[in-house]
């Protein structure tokens, strides 16, 4: 079974300081990852994802993470961050093969406050 | 494009009640959707797939008599909790995933459910 750690539940920074918020799944095959963004009171929105290629991938609002296969980690990144990336931000993996669809799982979130 | 929504966003009901919620693609065709509830604090929890004109999978210690799912056509699929009760009251999320597109999750608003 797949299972998805992330292990800073809360983090706190000033504007403009960089961000980097990890993520480790669990899953020996093929995976699919995603991370979602849910800013305070809307919901779960795409901020990028990785099915294959290029290992670092770019996402909106300046937003990248970079798959490290031997590692098992896929970490969010954002060298500058801004008080209107405040919001709490999942990381999820599909276990992707060739036939039917398998379910996503999700990390339990990291809540990103940032203090002007 | 890639619209999900539900229907009611809120919902207070008396504990015995049933109460159905709506999940619809706005603008594309979803062959498979999925439920998630949301406890507070913590991540979204897979409660069942659901792929159109077939039964839903339900993930385990889901009971399915107690949460059913119908998908009834490419655009919508309903979930009933049948006799709530107050531990039933949470955040419920839809999702689906385009017909014959990527393995990405497009995400409803959420539903409220308040038993009382």
């Known amino acids: 079974a797949q299972s998805v750690s992330q292990h800073n539940h809360h983090v706190i920074l000033s504007e403009a300081a960089s961000l980097e918020l990890g993520c480790n799944y669990s899953?020996?095959?093929?995976?699919?990852l995603f991370w979602y963004v849910q800013y305070p009171g809307q919901h779960l929105q795409l901020l990028l994802k990785y099915f294959s290629g290029d290992p670092l991938v770019k996402g909106i609002k300046g937003f990248e993470a970079e798959f490290i296969k031997s590692k098992f980690s896929f970490n969010l990144r954002k060298p500058s961050v801004q008080w209107s990336d405040t919001a709490e931000y999942f990381c999820a993996v599909n276990a992707g093969n060739s036939g039917g669809y398998q379910k996503v799982t999700f990390g339990t979130g990291t809540k990103l406050q940032v203090i002007p | 494009g890639a619209v999900v929504s539900q229907h009611p966003s809120r919902v207070i009901c008396k504990s015995g009640t049933s109460v159905k919620i709506e999940c619809r693609s706005l603008d594309f065709q979803a062959t498979t959707m999925f439920w998630y509830r949301q406890f507070p604090k913590q991540s979204l929890m897979l409660m069942a797939t659901s792929n159109e004109g077939s039964k839903a999978t339900y993930e385990q210690g889901v009971e399915k008599d107690k949460f059913l799912i119908n998908h009834a056509s490419l655009t919508l699929s309903t979930l009933t909790v049948t006799s709530a009760h107050p531990e039933d009251s949470s955040f419920y999320i839809c999702s689906a995933t385009r017909a014959g597109g990527s393995r990405e999750q497009f995400f409803g608003p959420g539903t409220r459910l308040t038993v009382l």
């Open positions: 899953y020996g095959g093929t995976v699919n």
